[in-house]
């Protein structure tokens, strides 16, 4: 950045990172001087240096041999004088004015006229410069060429197209902000390819540094530079304006001075306006309090609210940006000092007026809610109803346009307006909607004082049910079941017998809403399954309230280990119509039912459901929340590395929030992940951060959390803790009535731990306590580790008998890490009755699915065991195509045999949604764009590419 600096004791010419752009202007001078002329145009906002760069190259031209003649050119406020600045460059007398004679004829002889006097004008400052390019190379410098008159640009252009054979370079400086009468002409000659266009931008963050360390006599820390270059928009202007107050005030460049940096810098930039804008007509001042109240130039309400025309309003904005009043590089725009400065020397009632005119301006212009909202929200009362409802508005629309923060804000100030008793109650509901994800605590006051308004149950139902879906998984979540309980039961003496649909509707809201932030609560769910039934009537599914109702009811099936199908049967059906605006927790709750009944795909598409919905609604807890469900499903289907990506995006939002609802999942999916990839320090450290208080009340995190700690300290050699954990596991899960056996597998390893310590009555007991859990639930991941816990107590060959089965059944299953150590398990046993060959299928077995998955400390045991029987394992296949899941192959497949999205959907019996989603990963773990550019190897694993799938019903 070229820079003009008299920071310093001595003031010298400083110029700082503008070496490139200086060797470039060199290059063109070395070829204008070698007989070529040349022109380039040096363009940027003001102070950015452009005097200072063309300064530094004219000093080196001229050490160089070359004649340098220059002109400025000087804002008027009249109409510049015709050649005024040809005349200064050339060194010619001032051309006499033009004889007015009467023309002819009409018509085109005063223009042709006109033409003949500027053609001989131009012949005669031609000559003039013929006169000084015989005396060597020669460089005409314009320096703010955009005030310079059209006349003489036109001048200029003539002698350089003139001169193309000539050692002849002309700089033309322009500065971009504003206009100017010779702008037009600038334009025109660099769209006709007569002159190079040099940029000059912004100053770096190095060059930044250099300025500070030269100003402030030390070195300077980098967020101080940042922040410095911050201020100063980059512009070296104010850059300097900004150290030499500093520097003043003895500000050091280092953290302590950080906050000094802001004092002095917002005083810095603010300190000159008002002296300005005081001196200034009074249209002006009136466009620079209307920009500061506005924030932008945006003509047309700018010109209503200042009343300024647009014509003079044009005029007055290039005055403040030529003046630093609007901020160098935007387009319009007053930094924050700035329009402070502006605003501070009117009374209150004055400003006031001001900010109401300017939200009436923009509303009757149609602007967006929220443009108006940012108005009404500094005004001390709002006068008018519509203010009202633009405040709610905006606060609808806020989510989507950046987050629920400007959502609070907006009904926070409706809230504070005079309204009617049933106006005060909507706005605490939507104020508690948009702070739900933001302030929790909040949302569940506003929601409380709603509910201390209402008198009927008909109304206290939907805020009851607003309210539980704010306290789910909270410490209020307990609270807020009773409260529901207490909902419906007055709800339903109130409705009678023979409610409405709509009464219908509000009934299953509440029913819905019991269930949902009951079923993972420990301490609750037995009082709700009890309240509402062991198997309440399932709804048809056909509104949303029936669909969070069956999802609800799916979470309870499969917590009670009922069969696995009949879970699966209530989730899809919650699943089977996609909303306007999909998502919400039953499509999570819905997902992990079909994961735990092995339906992996329609899991894995109701979760990617979930993450779009809460994403469009900016809900981060829900999205943490599934995030990590999802590293779950992933991890148990064997895909390792998408559910550590999973996991670490998830622990991503946990940290945004000390109490996001939801955390404790994430880390102790990151944990489950480390201790697949052998990193058992960090997942523990991770099961520590998912440790908090009140984690035991929670079913789906306690249980994952005892199961995964007891991993990670087998790991770590201590069986006996391991044991405990896992023992409390299971107590734990029947205190609370919790049957299925997939939840937390929590009895498979406990077996093989006590059989590993003699204690094989206790594992037998187990293995027969546990043996009609897996069998009700009845799928094919439960039924393979039932067998694989039984042949581990069982002896001689029934325990082979019993792991070979086991590993036949998981390999029907999605859960390759569990074939896999079930694979190991059953070579160690084949190896111990000597049957080496046997042993040293499994393993090779063990050992390809175990390194698949990412599952690196079997892969190493089953090595190791693998060279014991005798056995060499050949290298795997490095093709990326092994690491694809059966479901992701089958469609890579159809897709490389050019079927369409809705015949593979049709053919295996899922929806598109979950092709896109499989092929989504395929194309990620493939490194491919799309279909066209799978890999043949994908032949080897399905039919030929030329055969189509067989559709139902053919």
């Known amino acids: ?53 063309l300064s530094s190259l004219t ?35 001032p051309t006499p004015a033009p004889a007015r004679t009467a023309p002819r004829t009409r018509g085109t002889a005063p223009a042709a006229a006109a033409a003949c006097l500027a053609y001989a004008a131009q012949r005669r400052l031609y000559g003039h410069a013929v006169a000084l390019l015989a005396t060597g190379p020669l460089a005409l410098v314009l320096d703010d060429a955009q005030w310079c008159d059209e006349a003489s640009l036109k001048c200029v252009d003539f002698v350089l197209r003139r001169s193309a054979d000539r050692p002849l370079l002309v700089l033309f400086a322009q500065r971009t902000e504003c206009g100017g009468p010779g702008a037009p002409m600038l334009g025109e000659i660099l769209a006709q390819d007569r002159c190079d266009l040099l940029e000059l931008g912004p100053l770096g963050e190095d060059e930044t540094a250099r300025l500070v360390t030269r100003a402030l006599a030390g070195p300077p820390d980098e967020r101080f530079v940042r922040r410095c270059a911050e201020l100063s928009g980059g512009n070296p202007h104010l850059l300097h304006r900004l150290l030499a107050g500093l520097r003043e005030a003895g500000v050091r460049p280092d953290t302590a001075g950080l906050h000094q940096l802001e004092v002095v810098g917002q005083r810095v930039v603010a300190a000159a306006v008002p002296a300005y804008l005081a001196g200034q007509p009074r249209h002006l001042r009136q466009v620079a309090r209307a920009l500061a109240i506005l924030g932008r130039d945006d003509a047309e309400p700018l010109s209503a609210l200042s009343g300024v025309s647009l014509k003079r309003l044009a005029s007055a904005l290039d005055a403040l940006r030529r003046n630093d009043v609007i901020a160098p590089g935007t387009t319009g725009a007053m930094c924050d000092a700035v329009r402070s400065a502006v605003l501070d020397g009117l009374a209150a009632p004055k400003l006031e007026w ?120 909270s410490r209020s979540a307990p609270e807020a079941i009773r409260m529901l309980g207490r909902t419906l039961d007055a709800l339903t003496a109130e409705l009678g017998d023979d409610p409405t649909p709509a009464d219908r509707e509000l009934l299953t809201s509440v029913t819905s809403a019991l269930l949902v932030t009951a079923v993972n609560e420990k301490g609750e769910m037995a009082a709700v399954r009890e309240r509402t039934g062991t198997r309440p009537t399932a709804p048809e599914g056909d509104s949303p309230a029936e669909r969070q109702l069956l999802s609800a009811l799916s979470g309870f099936a499969a917590l009670d280990g009922r069969p696995a199908h009949e879970a699966a049967a209530l989730a899809r059906r919650s699943l089977r119509v996609e909303e306007s605006v999909p998502g919400g927790w039953w499509v999570l709750g819905s997902s992990l039912v079909l994961a735990l009944a092995d339906e992996v795909d329609e899991a894995l598409a109701g979760l990617d459901r979930s993450l779009t919905g809460s994403r469009a609604r900016y809900e981060p807890w829900m999205h943490l929340g599934a995030l990590a469900g999802r590293s779950l499903v992933r991890h148990g289907v064997g895909d390792v590395a998408a559910a550590a990506a999973d996991a670490r995006a998830a622990v991503e939002f946990a940290e945004q929030g000390e109490r996001a609802p939801g955390a404790p999942l994430a880390y102790i999916a990151l944990g489950t992940v480390l201790l697949s990839q052998g990193r058992t320090e960090r997942a523990e450290a991770a099961f520590d951060r998912a440790a908090r208080p009140g984690l035991e009340r929670h079913i789906w995190e306690w249980h994952h959390y005892l199961y995964a700690k007891g991993r990670a300290r087998r790991e770590r050699g201590d069986l006996d803790g391991a044991l405990e954990a896992w023992l409390r596991c299971g107590r734990s899960l029947e205190e609370a009535g919790v049957t299925n056996p997939v939840l937390a597998p929590w009895w498979l390893p406990a077996t093989h731990t006590l059989v590993g310590q003699g204690r094989t009555r206790e594992a037998a007991d187990l293995v027969a306590r546990t043996e009609p859990w897996v069998r009700r639930w009845g799928t094919p991941r439960a039924q393979g580790l039932g067998l694989l816990a039984a042949g581990i107590v069982a ?58 998955c990412g599952y690196p400390m079997l892969s190493e045991r089953a090595r190791r065991l693998l060279v014991t029987a005798g056995g060499r394992m050949p290298q795997l296949a490095s093709s990326p195509v092994d690491s694809l899941t059966d479901s992701e192959r089958k469609i890579a497949v159809l897709a490389k045999g050019g079927v369409s999205n809705r015949e593979i959907a049709e053919a295996l019996f899922v929806t598109p949604r979950t092709v896109e989603m499989h092929l989504t990963n395929v194309y990620r773990k493939l490194d491919v764009r799309g279909r066209a550019d799978l890999p043949a190897q994908l032949a080897a694993y399905g039919p030929p590419p030329g055969r189509r799938p067989r559709r139902p019903g053919r």
């Open 1 to 53: 950045m070229a820079v003009s600096s008299g920071i310093g004791h001595g003031a010298t010419r400083l110029l700082v990172g503008r070496s490139t752009e200086l060797n470039d202007l060199e290059r063109h001078a070395a070829k204008a001087r070698g007989g070529a002329a040349r022109a380039v145009l040096v363009r940027g906002p003001a102070g950015i240096g452009r005097t200072s760069l």
């Open 59 to 93: 000093e080196r031209l001229r050490s160089n041999g070359m004649a340098v003649r220059s002109f400025t050119g000087r804002e008027t406020a009249v109409r510049p004088e015709p050649y005024r600045a040809a005349h200064e460059l050339f060194g010619a007398a």
């Open 354 to 473: 001001l900010r109401a005119r300017a939200a009436r301006v923009l509303n009757d212009a149609g602007r967006p809610a929220w443009e108006v909202a940012d108005q009404l929200v500094l005004l001390k009362e709002l006068t008018e109803p519509w203010m009202l409802a633009v405040l709610r508005d905006a606060a609808a629309e806020a989510p989507a346009r950046t987050t629920s923060q400007a959502s609070v804000r907006y009904l926070q100030r409706a809230l504070a307006a005079e309204l009617t008793e049933g106006q005060r109650k909507d706005v605490r509901i939507e104020l508690a909607r948009a702070s739900a994800q933001v302030a929790p605590a909040m949302a569940l006051w506003h929601l409380r004082q709603a509910l201390g308004d209402t008198t009927t149950a008909r109304d206290r139902a939907p805020i009851a049910v607003e309210y539980g879906m704010t306290a789910l998984g």
């Open 795 to 852: 002896e001689g060959r029934a325990r082979l008998d019993l792991l070979a089965e086991a590993v036949d059944v998981l390999a029907g299953s999605p859960a390759r890490l569990e074939h896999a150590k079930a694979a190991y398990q059953l070579g160690c046993e084949l190896l111990r009755h000597d049957d080496a060959r046997g042993a040293r299928r499994h393993l090779r077995k063990a050992i390809e699915l175990a390194t698949r």
